[in-house]
């Protein structure tokens, strides 16, 4: 190790960390037992609060002890378990990439958030990662709208799956991937579609797949964000008036036992890519879109958002946008049309 090297020093705290839990006393904590596309894992939380968390808000299958785990995540608070506290950045500058560079290189893969102060750590090889918080709840602000996010995509991460920020909507079992930066309207278009009797496989993060002859997506996520005025919007006044305060981003985190129905499903086959614009007319207007153009609504917001996906996120948004046909939806300022123009194009894609 270099002096001053910081990715260095991170490189060696993470392999501390996964030496620690490798002989952690798992009896001490609560365990989940999941299924995530076929993948199985489990999770052991020093916070029972943080387990309920994920139960409540993840998509995802409860399995049988029977069933052996190719994954195992640890999910530690220092003071719970009478750890040190996590420890502070080792350098002046928090130099991303530098950072991931050295992980790789170790054949790690995990990231460092500031604020809270948080390491994540995971090894493809042993099928082991750990997460380290101060203590109980202090998890990142973001975290109840997506929990284990970065877990899930090193989970699942290759040429043919990925984790993409991006939403879906569908019916009878196929449907299209919404694509955009925030604020371009998928959140809003996925839940005008779910009001309009309309199903999804996620408003914000879903994992999609490319199989040899279909492209699917699954949920990950069991809620669907949205502000106010846009919840007004596609259920009226009586559904907002029973949500829970807004979160960090100013939006309600909408759990799918509030809504009147619930409206994921386990898998769509997505059969275009489509990317909304507010267009402000009466009725929705869909156009063929070049697949370049796609991608780069795609790439960005699904690449930056997570703390090592840029080099791989890039090639599978290409690969995707370059399979599917793409389009341009401009969309109406009425919610029901907004369903049912979207009904209409899924029914007639062949």
């Known amino acids: 190790m270099r002096p001053d090297d910081p990715a260095a020093e991170a490189v060696a705290y ?3 960390l996964l030496a620690a839990v490798a ?3 798992r009896t001490r904590l609560t365990c989940l037992r999941l299924n995530s596309a076929d993948l199985h894992f489990d999770a052991f939380f020093s916070d029972p609060g943080y387990a309920e968390l994920c139960v409540r808000n993840l998509a995802l299958r409860s399995r049988s002890e029977a069933s052996p785990a190719r994954v195992r995540l640890y999910l530690l608070d220092a003071e719970g378990l009478g750890w040190p506290r996590p420890a502070p950045w080792f350098g002046e500058r928090f130099d991303r990439a530098q950072l991931n ?6 054949g790690l893969r995990g990231t460092y958030l500031h604020d809270p102060r948080v390491w994540q750590f995971f090894d493809p090889a042993q099928g082991v990662g750990v997460q380290l918080l101060r203590r109980p709840g202090t998890w990142p602000a973001w975290e109840s709208g997506g929990p284990l996010r970065a877990f899930l995509h ?4 290759s040429d043919s799956v990925s984790l993409c ?4 909507v569908g019916v009878d079992g ?7 930066a925030g604020g371009s309207g998928k959140s809003g278009t996925v839940l005008a579609a779910v009001a309009g009797g309309l199903d999804t496989a996620g408003d914000d993060y879903c994992l999609v797949g490319q199989a040899e ?3 699917w997506a699954r949920p990950l996520f069991r809620i669907l964000k949205q502000d106010p005025d846009g919840v007004r919007r596609a259920f009226g006044g009586s559904l907002a008036d029973r949500l829970d305060p807004l979160n960090w981003q100013g939006k309600h985190e909408i759990h799918a036992s509030r809504l009147p129905r619930d409206p994921f499903v386990d898998s769509l086959r997505i059969v275009a890519v489509v990317v909304p614009r507010i267009g402000g007319g009466r009725t929705s207007a869909f156009r063929p879109l070049e697949a370049a153009r796609a991608m780069r609504a795609l790439a960005p917001s699904s690449a930056f958002q997570l703390p090592d996906g840029e080099r791989q996120g890039i090639v599978f948004a290409a690969a995707l946008c370059r399979r599917l046909p793409c389009y341009e939806m401009s969309l109406s300022d009425n919610a029901a049309e907004i369903a049912a123009s979207l009904e209409g194009f899924v029914r007639g894609m062949p």
């Open 165 to 168: 920020h991006a939403g879906t």
């Open 154 to 157: 090193w989970m699942h991460a």
């Open 101 to 106: 560079a050295a992980l790789a290189a170790a």
């Open 174 to 180: 196929r449907g299209v991937l919404l694509v955009g």
């Open 213 to 215: 002859n279909a492209v």
């Open 14 to 16: 993470g392999r501390s």
């Open 23 to 25: 002989v952690l006393d």
